[in-house]
């Protein structure tokens, strides 16, 4: 079992859908991480947090310390969201990285 | 100009080939990292440096040796190159000095194509 889980691997949406990204981990960590990956393969942090929620324009990240699981928000969505989305966490300041495998959203028109 | 720069971006090799790819950045941080993401896998950690004289493997260091020659540059290298190491390969670094350490800001990658 990957200590970093995602759900769903694939995603597919209509243009102006709400859409919901889940992350389950099983190790303790010092805080989570939100990246976005574009289809050329650039990757981009979108959040970090360790606690309670983040939001960055439509995008909102939130975090259960007690239940080990995160979720990434997108509302009204766009066909320009269409990336992997990859969770990974941090287990001690200034470590290493542990990824999900991402989650591939496709947004159509 | 990005922070954070790759070369070559795309390569084409032969097994037994040895291949270096390249890591420059201008952002100044002091950690540097090395990973590989095949389709399906999550991103996996090769080798990285915490400093120009702190080198550590990651989980998948075999078949790979890396060189830390200023803090702005971290090379991989692949001594006998074999199709097993096709892949995507990115670049990272991150800033033990701020608050936000954790953090990794990546490269644009170098997909590697090995016959």
């Known amino acids: 079992k990957n200590e970093v889980e995602q759900s769903p691997q694939n995603l597919t949406a209509q243009e102006g859908e709400f859409i919901t990204i889940n992350c389950s981990y099983s190790?303790?960590?010092?805080?989570l991480h939100w990246l976005q990956q574009h289809p050329g393969g650039g990757i981009v942090s979108l959040f970090m947090?360790?606690?309670g929620k983040k939001k960055h324009g439509r995008l909102i990240a939130t975090i259960n310390i007690q239940e080990k699981h995160s979720s990434l928000h997108i509302t009204a969505s766009h066909p320009r969201d269409s990336a992997v989305y990859i969770c990974?966490?941090?287990?001690?300041?200034?470590?290493?990285?542990?990824f999900g495998e991402g989650t591939q959203l496709t947004v159509n028109p | 100009d990005a922070d954070v720069t790759q070369t070559p971006r795309n390569r084409i090799t032969k097994t037994g080939k040895r291949i270096m790819l390249e890591c420059s950045q201008t952002?100044?941080?002091?950690?540097m990292y090395w990973y590989r993401q095949d389709p399906g896998l999550g991103l996996q950690l090769i080798y990285y440096?915490?400093?120009?004289?702190?080198?550590n493997k990651g989980e998948i260091s075999d078949g790979y040796s890396v060189s830390r020659q200023a803090q702005a540059k971290f090379s991989l290298s692949l001594e006998s190159a074999i199709p097993n190491q096709t892949a995507l390969y990115f670049c990272?670094?991150?800033?033990?000095?701020?608050?936000?350490?954790?953090?990794?800001?990546f490269g644009p990658g170098t997909r590697l194509t090995v016959l």
């Open positions: 990272a670094t991150s800033d033990s000095g701020t608050t936000t350490h954790d953090e990794q800001f």
């Open positions: 190790v303790g960590i010092s805080a």
């Open positions: 947090l360790s606690s």
């Open positions: 990974a966490v941090s287990r001690a300041s200034g470590s290493r990285l542990t």
């Open positions: 952002k100044g941080h002091d950690r």
């Open positions: 440096s915490f400093d120009v004289k702190d080198i």
